[in-house]
């Protein structure tokens, strides 16, 4: 049987995506991948999605998405794809299970921030340990924080966190920053902005509850010293969860799918990205949740528009 459209990817993109399809009678199927909900499952608290006055629980705003979706009529599929054909209609996507047929392909697959690798980092993700600044930058009015990184994301987010953060330290692996001359300039210049260099982070240590210091290594002088802060910031890069859409669809030369311009069409048609594997600059919440309703929507017209041919 080939479906009218397949979703692939349960986050904020792909349950809204499925939302406004399964509203309109299309009857999705959405593969959900290994990690249903995406990212904001390893949230313990979104404040900042419209609607929640109080804050919720990542995991819980996820799951009502996926309720939502559910009560329309979306079809859920528990496996992830490892492969895709889109060089013809009808479109195929394979997963570890099986392989499906459809004329319309969503891909909401997300991207994952890349981690530091150590223990100690995971022990406290989301009590003081963040790759989002604009997510969290809030919960550190008056601390002193630091930074991890060299390149643009993590000026930026330093940058921003100089809004509520007493100091903001960067911890630089190398004796040079990799960010444009701007972005560095406008770091330098930030008073409360200040640079350890050719240091590594080697452990996160805390109380058990919260974050009260980094562990850094000096590459240069093998020194260990400890740097006392309340809150980490990892800003080291993303990684777009686009492996499978490989020499099928545009990448481009980070991964990110590559959509037209206002528009969540990519370069194959019948075939559309929304939400963070298509998002190199905001990726948060609501604006996935919104690519996601571009797309089903631009879906539904593309398939109409084929229905009236």
Known sequence: MTESMIIIGGGPAGYTAAIYAARSDLKPLLIEGKMPGGQLTTTSEVENFPGFPKGVQGGELTSMMRAQADRFGTRFVSDEVISVDFSSQPLIVRTADGSYESQTVIIATGASATRLGIPSEQEYYGRGVSACATCDG???????????????????????????????????????????????????????????????????????????????????????????????????????????????????????????????????????????????????AITAAGSGCTAAIEAERFLSAREEN
Request: charge should be neutral; avoid cysteine.
């Open 138 to 284: 809030f919960f550190f009015k008056g601390k002193k924080i630091a930074v991890v990184g060299g390149g643009d994301s993590a000026m930026e987010e330093a940058t921003f966190l100089t809004r509520f953060a007493e100091s903001v330290t960067v911890i630089v692996r190398k004796d040079e920053l990799r960010a444009s001359k701007i972005m560095q300039e406008r770091a330098k210049a930030n008073p409360k902005i200040s640079f350890v260099w050719n240091s590594e982070v080697r452990e996160v240590l805390g109380d058990g509850t919260r974050v009260t210091a980094i562990r850094l290594f000096n590459n240069k002088t093998n020194d260990i010293a400890d740097l006392p802060i309340e809150g980490v910031f990892v800003a080291i890069g993303h990684k777009p969860s686009a492996d499978a859409f490989k020499g099928q669809i545009e990448l481009d030369e980070k991964g990110y799918i590559v959509t037209r311009p206002h528009s969540t069409q990519t370069n194959v048609e019948g075939v559309f990205a929304a939400g963070d594997v298509a998002d190199p600059h905001y990726r948060q």
